[in-house]
């Protein structure tokens, strides 16, 4: 019994040996799992995180009650928990965040400092994204709020080892301008200690502006890219089974010019 057999389709051939391409398609169907898995861990992250996001907008704690030896970019709770907040906004003293998009289109964060009621202490509050393009003579829209107010807020841990891009503030001119945020440089600026985490405000807030960035922000970047790698070596298996088992190297080529 022969265990290969030959197929046509017009000038397209293809030599097919039954126990060799049911091994290949056992590691086709493999590597194609594993890609998949990998996907099914990245939802199962971001459906985690959307729990505990739900739960926490519940309950948010105020934000005076955190211990401050918490306050640390190694405690993994601190990643996106909502805490409320009362006092009133700064809004002579709003800082302007260069570069950043909504849409495609290029403007700036604005970040309204916040003194809390019940310690006094200095936050910064990141209310969201305004346009750049402003009519001539325009100033740059920042929405101020006005009198106490209560808001509902998120703690933004940055990545480990994220790059901080240094600017020169100039602060002798209101709004001022920066790239990052430099909390000891800011803290500078201000006379004072501020809050270690920037705030980004919930949906509905006093304040908010256009919420520019993920409400959730799990950490999927390497499920996403290790699914990547196991759906392009299945992809790469297919491709070099059908080159080494047919003529299509052959076709794709074309006829051969004599000399």
């Not at 509902?152 to 080892?161: E, L, N, T, W």
Request: one cysteine or more; glycine letters at 8%.
């Amino acid at each position: 019994m022969l265990s290969s057999k030959h197929y046509s389709l017009g000038a397209f051939t293809i030599r097919v040996n039954w126990p060799i391409a049911a091994c290949i398609l056992f590691a086709i169907l493999g590597l194609g799992r594993l890609g998949l898995w990998q996907l099914d861990r990245a939802a199962e992250k971001v459906a985690a995180q959307q729990v505990m996001e739900a739960e926490s907008q519940i309950s948010a704690q105020p934000i005076q009650d955190i211990p401050r030896g918490h306050l640390n970019r190694a405690n993994p709770e601190l990643q996106n928990r909502h805490v409320s907040l009362e006092g009133e906004y700064l809004n002579d003293r709003t800082i302007l965040l260069l570069a950043e998009f909504h849409e495609t289109q290029i403007g700036y964060g604005v970040v309204t400092p916040f003194r809390l009621s019940a310690t006094g202490e200095l936050v910064l509050v990141n209310r969201g994204w305004t346009s750049a393009v402003n009519r001539p003579g325009e100033k740059i829209r920042t929405a101020p709020v006005e009198g106490p107010v209560s808001l509902k807020a998120q703690i933004y841990v940055p990545p480990s080892g994220a790059r901080v891009i240094g600017s020169e503030i100039d602060a002798t001119q209101w709004p001022i301008f920066t790239r990052d945020l430099e909390f000891d440089v800011l803290g500078r600026v201000f006379g004072e200690e501020l809050f270690p985490f920037e705030l980004r405000l919930t949906a509905d807030q006093p304040g908010t502006m256009i919420r520019h960035w993920p409400a959730v922000s799990a950490d999927v970047n390497q499920n996403l890219s290790y699914a990547l790698q196991w759906f392009c070596l299945a992809l790469l298996v297919v491709t070099a089974s059908l080159f080494a088992s047919s003529n299509l190297w052959a076709l794709l080529r074309g006829p051969e010019r004599g000399s």
